[in-house]
Structure formats: structure tokens, C-alpha cells
């Protein structure tokens, strides 16, 4: 089941409230089994809360990220995901979108332009040789791997 951020975040928030008024009560009351049963699993779930909520969140990349500026001017979004299932098929180690994520940013300041890095990035990987050919489309590793990553994004 796939839970918007919207009502985690209240729950998280709600549980958080939950927790501190009860820890108030026992700070004004004397400790009773029911008390204790609250505290505890209102803290478990105000601990676990926050981290839950950014396991479940949807992760949304920039359309500079996703898409190779280029390759979007001749080919359609079916097409960039064919391609991007293809390399994750010769490429079975860069399946994961974290990993390709972490190597398509890889050596990028934070103060650069994604979009531009990236097109920086894609002229070198010409220029280096740097290439893989798939499906018959000689790109470079890192438009292969945006074209992946926007498969893997769109895949759910």
C-alpha cells in the first residue's frame, strides 16, 4: 500500500503530540501499567515515524536527471525507457537507482547547474570514448544511464 507524505507526516506529528502528553501525565501522575503501555508505544512509533516516512516517500528527480536533453528532442518517452531497460540488462550492476543516482553525480559540485554539468558530462564521455552502444545508439555512459534511471523511475 502506497501511503501519501501528507498523512505520515500527521501521524508522525500526532504520535509525537501523543508521546509528550503522556510523558507530562506521568510527570504529574504516578506511574500506572496503562500509562506505561501508551508511552511506550507512542515513543516506539515517534522514534520509528520520521525514518518510515522517508523509506516510503516518493523520491523525485529533476527532469535534467531523468532525461537526456538531447535524446528527448528526437525520441519519445517510450523510447528512452526501452533504452533504459536495455542498459539495465547489459548492465545488471546499475539496476539499482541509487547507484546510478551516485554515478551520474558523481565528480558534480553542488554549486553546478545539473542541466548543464550534465550535457558537460555527456561531451566528455564523446570526447573519452566513453561510450556503450544499445540498441543500436552509440551514447555515452552517462546518457545511458539517465535514460535508466528514468525507466527505473517510471516503473512502478
Known sequence: MIRS????????????????????????????????????AAGTVAIAGPPLYYYWSDIRYENALIQPKSLARIWDAETIQSIGKTYCRQFPKEKNKEVLLKRLL???????????????QIKEDFETGNTVMVNGWILSITEARQCALFAASAHK
Open 106 to 120: 558523481a565528480g558534480m559540485n553542488n554549486s553546478d547547474d545539473l542541466a548543464t554539468a550534465l550535457e558537460q
Open 5 to 40: 507524505s501528507c498523512s505520515i507526516r500527521v501521524l508522525c506529528i500526532s504520535m509525537w503530540r501523543i508521546w509528550f502528553n503522556a510523558c507530562f501525565l506521568l510527570i504529574l501522575n504516578e506511574m500506572k501499567r496503562r500509562n506505561f503501555i501508551i508511552i511506550a
